[in-house]
């Protein structure tokens, strides 16, 4: 695509000048031969012009016309050329950045890739999405978001050098490859580089770039972002491939805590593939439902006495087998397929201790775990109460799990929604405590009750860091008034330190597995006759 060729403001200004030009000849020729006649003529008005006179205009009456004919067709070639500039302008740029947009990107990633193979060297296409854009989309406003964008791209655009754009060749007339594909996206080329290595060097500079704040409407916001690098022509037969394949890399440095890059590996695809497959299955599940819920005891630490039960859902595709809840629970939430999954799960479990408190047994507190997704639909707190009406279940029975990232998303009325559902007796747990991101002022906001401490503390006990900062967790939540439950407790050491410790609850292997509904119905006995 010869775009640029459109853009060089030099061309025009020739024209400009060339028209000028002509329109002056154009218009001093014939007025110059026509005073000369006239001056014949009115100095002697007797004497008519001689015939040479009548020739001499002729001549400049003629050439007068075709100088103006030109200087007419320059300005015509002028307005056609400047049309055409800006319709293409507008089809190949970002009106937000005016950087390239997605079409004339594949163009120049399509030239890199034929000019790789050719001249046998390697370039790399990356992926740049910004971390957690929605977020200050979402809290200073789209306007200041928009302006970020135009920012990030002034950024990127500067701190890319001449050396890492298309057509080294001619730097001075190269305009840096970055594009914005749309969104928070952005995509750019490194052409000629010596290996994985010194793509991975310009990558790491752009990062470190975008780290300084950005000052948005008086304010500094500091952001940072995640690239994915796809080598050209090594991984990739063609653009699309290519850009996909970069696009994969950047999920996976998003998974690796953002603020990263990562270059693609085959390994990305299969993943990718999986997911894919994954979600494929799930949605197809929705309609049969071969999901089933085991019940995992949750005892009092000092009486041993079973105090609750933990849901968890289990999924047996008739294709894919046995699939783990922490690989197609986060699939479900990505594919908006949590919600009905969610609704299914709590109104299961919510019949489930029904049913058990009909048949005469102490039924312990049902535990269901929560999406953050789930909990942010404005209509959440009423389904959660149309269930238990429903299903005839008080309450005071059902606690649920949310985990730190959930009770991060305060803006959007998830506070509202459990403080409401605490209000009818419902009761919250903070689920894997200690892996996320939660500050104290957000567990004294939230209305929670318990505090479930991740399993990774609990089995690092018998190291000194282990213990201490288990014992902290504890002595925390005590003096918030939340009751301390530890997960994954597997030895009976690990116990006996918690006991000691003053922690409440213990769940894990040690006491039970999560079993179906029948088996648990033992437990359940036991604690009858008791
Ligand atoms: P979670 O809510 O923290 O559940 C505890 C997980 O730890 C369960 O894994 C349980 O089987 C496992 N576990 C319990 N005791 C032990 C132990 O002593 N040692 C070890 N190594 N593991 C133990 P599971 O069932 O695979 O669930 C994994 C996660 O999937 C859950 O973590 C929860 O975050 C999510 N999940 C499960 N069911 C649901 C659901 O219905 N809805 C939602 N949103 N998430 C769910
Ligand atoms: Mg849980
Ligand atoms: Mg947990």
Avoid at 269 to 287: G, Y
Avoid at 304 to 313: F, I, M, P, S, T
Wanted: hydrophobic share 40%; with cysteine.
């Amino acid at each position: 695509m010869r775009f640029r060729k459109w853009t060089i403001s030099g061309f025009p200004r020739t024209l400009d000048r060339g028209a000028f030009v002509a329109y002056f000849l154009g218009s001093v020729a014939p007025l110059a031969a026509l005073g000369v006649v006239v001056e014949r003529y009115a100095l002697s008005p007797a004497a008519l012009p001689a015939e040479g006179h009548y020739a001499i205009a002729l001549v400049a009456l003629v050439s007068g016309i075709c100088v103006l004919s030109l200087g007419s067709f320059l300005m015509l070639r002028r307005l056609v050329t400047r049309a055409v500039e800006r319709s293409l302008v507008q089809a190949y740029s970002d009106p937000l950045t005016g950087l390239p947009n997605r079409l004339l990107f594949n163009r120049r990633l399509e030239r890199t890739l034929a000019d790789a193979r050719r001249h046998n060297h390697l370039s790399a296409v990356c992926f740049l999405d910004i971390d957690g854009f929605k977020r200050i989309n979402d809290s200073l406003g789209h306007g200041v978001g928009d302006e970020l964008l135009r920012q990030v791209a002034t950024r990127l655009k500067e701190n890319l050098r001449s050396s890492d754009v298309i057509g080294r060749s001619n730097s001075a007339r190269c305009e840096p490859s970055i594009s914005r594909l749309g969104g928070d996206e952005f995509t750019f080329l490194i052409s000629e580089v010596s290996g994985p290595k010194s793509a991975s060097s310009v990558v790491w500079r752009l990062l470190e770039a975008l780290r300084k704040p950005f000052e948005l409407e008086g304010r500094e916001v500091m952001v940072t972002a995640s690239v994915g690098i796809a080598m050209i022509p090594t991984d990739g037969e063609d653009p699309e491939t290519l850009l996909r394949n970069a696009d994969l890399a950047m999920y996976w440095a998003k998974g690796c805590g953002r603020n990263n890059y990562q270059l693609f590996a085959e390994s990305m695809d299969t993943t990718a593939q999986r997911r894919l497959n994954v979600e494929r299955c799930l949605r197809r599940s929705l309609e049969q439902y071969p999901f089933s819920l085991v019940y995992q005891p949750i005892r009092d630490a000092h009486s041993a006495r079973v105090v609750a039960v933990e849901a968890l859902l289990r999924w047996d595709d008739p294709e894919l087998g046995v699939v783990g809840p922490s690989e197609f629970i986060p699939v479900a939430e990505e594919a908006g397929l949590i919600a009905p999954l969610g609704e299914w799960v709590l109104r299961t479990a919510c019949a489930q201790v029904k049913a058990w408190q009909d048949a005469g047994y102490r039924a312990p507190r049902m535990c269901v775990n929560a999406s953050g997704i789930q909990i942010r639909h404005p209509s959440w707190a009423s389904r959660v109460q149309a269930i238990l009406e429903n299903t005839g279940l008080s309450p005071e029975s059902l606690e649920l799990e949310i985990t730190e990232s959930t009770i991060l998303s305060e803006a959007d009325g998830t506070l509202e929604a459990l403080r409401e559902l605490s209000e009818r007796g419902v009761s919250l747990a903070l689920d894997d405590f200690g892996t996320g991101y939660s500050s104290l002022r957000y567990l004294h906001a939230f209305p929670i009750d318990r505090v479930k401490i991740d399993q990774t503390f609990v089995q690092s006990v018998h190291t000194g860091i282990g213990r201490s900062l288990t014992g902290a967790i504890i002595s925390m939540a005590h003096s918030l008034g939340m009751v301390a439950v530890a997960e994954g407790v597997e030895t009976e050491e690990q116990a006996e330190f918690l006991r000691e410790t003053g922690c409440d609850e213990l769940q894990g292997f040690l006491f039970a597995k999560p079993s179906p509904p029948d088996q648990l119905v033992q437990f359940l006995e036991k604690e009858k006759d008791e």
